[in-house]
């Protein structure tokens, strides 16, 4: 069959061609053991062998600590910090991830555009391998989507027999990609495409039913329910702070009263001063609450707002948790 | 012996004398062990222990967990390395010794995973053991009300082995420059998620120095002062009354060798001050102590 076709030894010229126009080329490399998408300038630092790497890419977009404004003499003398965005390619992205990028700009887009998000997303071009394989805590089936899903890809690969990739152009961002790299995606004759992995879909589960269920709020005087769903959780943010849709962030100034800077900072819903007032009242005052407020924003909150989804199934949460609080079985409880 | 602890809190509930039981369970799956409490005799069936129970579950009797002490008086089912922490939070009057049953498990050691365990069909193999497991001296519980299973004589080596100690050594031959290029390298990978501190039995502060932000003591950013003035206050924090158990390294999602500096400074505390962590609810950890009389430094008299 003639295809658009990525061969895989084309990707040592496409991080050259990337990095050559000034562009970073962000990819699962091996960062302590584990398949992390990191910026890489060498073709044979790319891993190809994960199932989906232990961070999302959310923080190429969206970095986890960044300085957005500076001030001198006491705050008086405040200045505006330039969004530093390079032109970016994330390979090797698993589309439940991709999908998730249309989530994080729903919010960053809603009330307010916050430039420091669409200045970095605008400028990155996402290519996604379809997963072949997977495991237990995979669960994109489950919340609309599928392992080949295209939803958010700029281009999606298939990967073939002979190890190569058949490559799919998506958005008009992803078609302008392929056509300016025209000597790295070649038309040709593909191999079969190797099987894709379908994780188990859980049945039981019906998003539908669950945001039903939390829509009757009388759910939030029900102490006993949600104590025994998740009074283990620990609160920590191992979940928010992997998760491709968590989006939330706090302000903070540092350094001294005569200079320093303003940071925005990743926040995590899990941490028990996230919602302390000044008063001293913590309307979510105990861990099972704020562990609620998580499935809720995901489940009811975040649907109701938005037409992207609040989770993508990527099944980080369940695999980073240090007490097993599977997001899923809560999903099948509610439904 | 599953048998045995189902019997064991099912009789300490019925008797009404404990409220509830913090044990392990499986998950829907049964593919991973996860805490349950339980507070029926009946459904004591939900209690399990195998090698995947690799959680240190003495973190639900901290103060941050008021919904679980308003269950009552607690029965905790422990491994060995678990009580060292009851120990430490009993020495520092965290609770009475009598307001908590231990019901101690003897034990062949846990994964340093569970993901390993699943890995490896479902076996235990010394390869995918902690270094906690290689060099335990409590598979037999050395503090509990009631004891679990077979009385084992595993003995540990006369010298700790494992990675943990070799990586220290590695460290110790390496200059200054080397061993901040270490750590540095290390830190800056760090998240701040916190799972570390959350997952922590021994991090049992109401306000965790990092949150208190009049002033701001540690910078909250992610980046190398922040990740740096973190992992350390929190090594600091913790010596000599860290008990290498462990859960730190396993929480963390970015694989941060948690154990290398806790380690290290269990034997800085073992060499100066002849104190080892979690062993007597008697003694209190040194640097919480002033005792002038006993000091072996001539300088502070």
Redesign the interface.
């Given at each position: 069959m003639i295809k658009t076709l990525f061969k895989k030894d084309a990707l040592a010229g496409l991080i050259e061609a990337v990095r050559k126009d000034g562009g970073e080329f962000v990819a699962p490399t091996l960062?302590?053991?584990?398949a992390?998408y990191k910026a890489v300038t060498d073709a044979a630092a790319i891993e190809t062998d994960y199932i989906v790497p232990?961070?999302s890419f959310k923080e190429v977009l969206f970095p986890?600590?960044e300085a957005i404004a500076t001030f001198k003499e006491a705050g008086t003398n405040m200045a505006g910090v330039e969004v530093n965005a390079k032109d970016t390619v994330v390979f090797g992205s698993r589309p439940c991830d991709a999908a998730s990028v249309a989530s994080l700009r729903s919010v960053f887009t809603w009330d307010f555009v916050d430039e420091f998000y669409t200045t970095r997303e605008d400028k990155a071009v996402v290519i996604s391998i379809a997963c072949t394989k997977g495991d237990?805590s995979c669960f994109c089936t489950s919340v609309g989507l599928a392992p080949d899903a295209t939803e958010g890809s700029d281009v999606l690969l298939r990967e073939t027999e002979d190890g190569d990739f058949s490559a799919e152009a998506v958005t008009d961002k992803g078609k302008t990609f392929v056509k300016k790299h025209k000597d790295v995606f070649t038309t040709c004759k593909a191999a079969k495409e190797i099987a894709i992995f379908e994780p188990v879909k859980l049945d039981k589960v019906d998003l539908d039913k669950v945001g039903e269920s939390l829509a009757d709020t009388t759910h939030y005087d029900n102490?006993k329910m949600w104590?025994d769903i998740a009074?283990?959780c620990?609160?920590?943010?191992?979940c928010?702070?992997?998760c491709p849709t968590c989006h939330c962030f706090?302000i903070?100034d540092?350094g001294s009263f005569f200079e320093g800077e303003r940071?925005k900072?990743?926040d995590?819903c899990q941490?028990?001063?996230f919602t302390l007032h000044a008063s001293g009242h913590n309307p979510r005052d105990?861990?099972?609450k704020r562990w609620r407020n998580r499935f809720m924003c995901k489940f009811k909150i975040y649907p109701g707002k938005f037409k992207t989804k609040g989770c993508v199934g990527c099944g980080r949460c369940v695999?980073?948790c240090?007490?097993?609080?599977?997001i899923t079985?809560v999903m099948?409880e509610l439904s | 012996m599953e048998a045995e602890l189902r019997e064991k809190a099912k009789e300490l509930l019925g008797s009404g004398e404990i409220g509830v039981v913090i044990g392990f369970g499986w998950?829907?799956?049964k593919?991973?062990?996860?805490?349950?409490?339980i507070t029926k005799a009946e459904d004591t069936d939900k209690l399990v222990f195998n090698a995947y129970c690799v959680?240190n579950l003495s973190?639900?009797l901290t103060r941050?967990?008021?919904?679980?002490k308003a269950m009552g008086k607690a029965a905790i089912v422990a491994k060995g390395c678990d009580i060292k922490n009851l120990a430490v939070m009993i020495a520092e009057g965290q609770f009475k010794r009598d307001d908590t049953y231990i019901i101690g498990m003897t034990c062949s050691g846990v994964g340093y995973k569970?993901?390993l365990i699943e890995a490896n069909g479902g076996e235990l193999k010394p390869e995918i053991m902690p270094v906690k497991c290689h060099n335990c001296d409590v598979r037999n519980p050395h503090i509990s009300d009631a004891v679990i299973g077979e009385t084992t004589d595993f003995t540990p080596p006369e010298e700790p082995v494992g990675m943990v100690f070799d990586k220290i050594k590695q460290i110790e031959a390496m200059d200054a420059k080397g061993r901040f290029g270490f750590w540095e390298e290390?830190f800056s990978?760090c998240?701040?998620?916190?799972?570390c501190?959350?997952?922590c039995s021994l991090c049992y502060c109401d306000r965790c120095i990092t949150?208190k932000?009049t002033p701001?003591w540690i910078?909250?950013?992610?980046?190398a002062r922040?990740n740096f003035s973190w992992n350390l206050v929190r090594a600091m924090h913790l010596t000599g009354r860290c008990t290498f158990c462990g859960?730190c390294e396993?929480?963390c999602?970015?694989?941060?060798p948690l154990n290398v500096i806790n380690k290290k400074m269990a034997v800085v505390m073992e060499d100066a001050f002849d104190h080892r962590s979690g062993y007597d609810p008697e003694v209190h950890p040194p640097m919480i102590v002033f005792d002038i009389e006993n000091d072996k430094e001539e300088f502070i008299k």
């Open positions: 960062v302590a053991r584990q992390s232990q961070n986890q600590s237990s102490d104590g009074r283990k620990i609160g920590c943010g191992a928010t702070y992997s706090d903070v540092e940071r900072n990743w995590a941490f028990d001063f105990t861990q099972y695999r980073v240090p007490v097993r609080l599977d079985e099948e | 998950n829907k799956r593919t991973r062990t996860t805490p349950v409490f959680n973190v639900y941050k967990y008021p919904d679980v569970q993901e290390h990978r998240i701040k998620c916190y799972a501190r959350q997952v949150d932000n701001q910078d909250s950013s992610a980046h922040g859960e396993r929480a999602p970015v694989n941060i």
